[in-house]
C-alpha cells in the first residue's frame, strides 16, 4: 500500500492570517516544522503540501519546495476538493491528513497509525480524540483514496467540503473506521498543542522552550507528553490556553452560523452558556418542572440529551435507576463531561446524521436547535427515530425578538414553526410560553411532547 501525507495549509487563516510562516522555535516556522516532522515518518511513499491557489501562498510553495516537499495548489475554500484532486494527482492508495497547524505533529504517531490502518484493513482511522490518544496537536488521521473519491463525489453540505474527512466520519456503515488509543504514558487528556491564534502560539513557544533544545525541532513523543501531562489544567469549563472572552466567537459570525463547537469547548474563557452556572436560574428550573412531568410516568427509565455539552442539564435528571446517555458533537465537551459526570454515560454523536440510537423513553433538546437549523429535516428524521412509541421530547429554546432579524430565522422563524418540525410525530403534553427582558428579550418555548404510535 502507497501511502502519502497531504499537509494542508494557506495564509487566509481567519484567526491567525499567515501563521503558517509564524515562527515557533529557533527561527523555524510553523509550517516548516510541521513538514520536517513528517518527512521523518517512515510509512510515508512522500509527503505533499496541499495549498490554495491564492497567489498569497507562492511563500508557502517556496518554502516546501525548498524542503522537498510536492506541492499542489488547489481551491482556497473546498479543501475535500483539493484532497481530492492532489490524490488523483500523485495517487496514493491511502492519504495522512496533516493540519499546518500542528508542527508537533509526532512520526513515530503517523508509523502507527498507518500500522494499525494497514492491520485492521480498515478505510478511515485517526489517533482516539477523547483523552486516551496522543495530546491533541501530535496525532492525525488516514483514509484510502477511494474513500476520499467517495467523499469528493457525494459530500454536498458546505461542512463536509470545508473539513476533509467529515463525511466518511460520519457514515461508519459505509466506511470502516477505528480510532487508535495511546500508550498511558504517551497521553496528556484536556491538552491542545496546535495553533489557531496568537494566544495559542504564544504558548506553544513557550512549551517548546522547555523541550530540550539538543532534540529539537524532532523531540519524540516520550519527551513531549510528560511534560504536556504537566501543563496547569484550569477548572472544566476552560480551556488550557485561552483563546476568546466570548464562545460567541465559534457559534455564529455575522449573522451566520459558525458552528466550530469543538474549538469552542476547548479555546473558551468560560463555560460556554454558563452551563456551569444555569441549573440555578429560572429558565433552567422551568425545564427542569417540564421534564419532570415526562418523568413522573414509571415508563420512563431511559434519557437521551441531544447537544449535552458539559452535562450539567442531564445530570439534574440522574437517580431512581434512570439510565441517562448525553451526546455532543465535540469530543473535548464529551470528555469534560464525562470527568464531571462519571455516573453518566457522555458520546460523541451528531444528530443531523443517521445512526444507531435507543429507542429512548425520553429525549431532551435543551438550546440545541439553533446550532443545527440548517439541518432541520435530518435532525427531525433522526430525533424522531430516537423515541419509541409512548416516549416524551423535550424542546427547550430561547428566540431573539421576533420583529428582528436573527441567524435560522428561516427555518424556525417562531416557537409555533418549531413546534412544528415535530408535530407529525408528536402530540403537544405541555407548551409554555414566556417573554423574558433579558439575553435579547424574545421569548422562551418550553414544550413536552408524546410520540405517537
Known sequence: MRVMAFVQARMGSTRLPGKSLMPVWNGMGVLEMTLRRALRARTLSGVVLCTSTDPACDALETLASGLGVQVFRGPEDDVLARYALAAERFEPDAVVRICADSPLVCPEGIDALVAFFRAEGLDYAAHAMDGTGLPDGLGCE??????LAQAHAEATAPEDREHVSLFIRH????FRQATLAADAA???PGVSLDVDTQDDLDALRRFIMALPPSEGPFWSADAIAPLARGLHTPPQGTSMDIASDDYHDFFIRDGKLIGEFEQMYRKSRHAPWHQDEACDKWFNKVSAALVGHALDDPSVRTVFEVGSGLGYFLSQFAGEGRTL???DVSATAVEKARALFPG???EVDDIRFEGRRGPYDLCLMQAVCWCIFPHMDDVVRNVTATVRPGGYL????????????FAGKDVIPTPDALIGHFSHAFDTVADVRVTRGEMGGGPIIYWLGRRRG
Open 344 to 346: 453518566i454515560s457522555f
Open 186 to 188: 504517551l497521553r496528556a
Open 171 to 174: 457514515r461508519p456503515e459505509r
Open 325 to 327: 446517555t448525553g451526546t
Open 394 to 405: 423535550f424542546l427547550g429554546e430561547c428566540f431573539q425578538p421576533l420583529d428582528g432579524p
Open 142 to 147: 488516514v483514509f484510502t483514496a477511494a474513500a
